[in-house]
């Protein structure tokens, strides 16, 4: 047997006075700065590959049911433009383009999902920014 004198800051039901294990104390940070928050950070980066994954990863973290369908939408937006984008280089001309065509609606429908927009201005957004990536020419 384990004695706790070996593991002092481990909590134990005798013990529940020890701190909280590290990865309690860190699904609480993350469950305060929501994934659509965090995705919304991550566009200050820019749209390239690496960062259109995270972006979408950060958005199926979301758990407030009040922006889950919003989660969904922009995940998958943000997944088609990294699938589109491709892993391989870009010019940094054409990066732009993609950011500039892109950044205004992706900003806003992320803005009415994290500040609690009625549904139907989130479903608006939505709605434009997925004809706005569904006009755009499939790059070959």
Same mark, same amino acid.
């Given at each position: 047997?384990? !004695? ?25 940070? #993350?469950? !305060? #700065? ?15 590959? &690496? ?14 049911? &009040?922006?889950?369908? !919003? ?7 943000? !997944?088609?433009? /990294? ?16 950011? /500039?065509?892109?950044?205004? /609606? ?6 009415? /999902?994290? #500040? ?6 989130? #479903? ?17």
């Amino acid at each position: 047997m384990i !004695s706790q004198e070996a593991f002092p800051n481990i909590p134990t039901p005798m013990n529940p006075s020890k701190p909280e294990p590290f990865h309690i104390i860190r699904r609480e940070r #993350n469950m !305060s #700065n929501s994934g659509l928050k965090q995705a919304r950070q991550l566009t200050g980066e820019g749209f390239h590959y &690496d960062n259109l994954l995270r972006m979408a990863e950060h958005c199926r973290e979301e758990t407030q049911q &009040d922006r889950i369908l !919003s989660a969904y939408v922009l995940n998958r937006v943000f !997944s088609e433009m /990294a699938q589109e984008l491709g892993e391989g280089p870009i010019l940094l001309s054409e990066l732009r383009k993609l950011e /500039a065509k892109y950044r205004t /609606a992706l900003n806003l429908a992320l803005e009415s /999902a994290i #500040n609690g927009a009625p549904h139907e201005e989130q #479903n608006r957004r939505l709605t434009e920014l997925i004809h706005l990536l569904w006009s755009s020419p499939k790059t070959e």
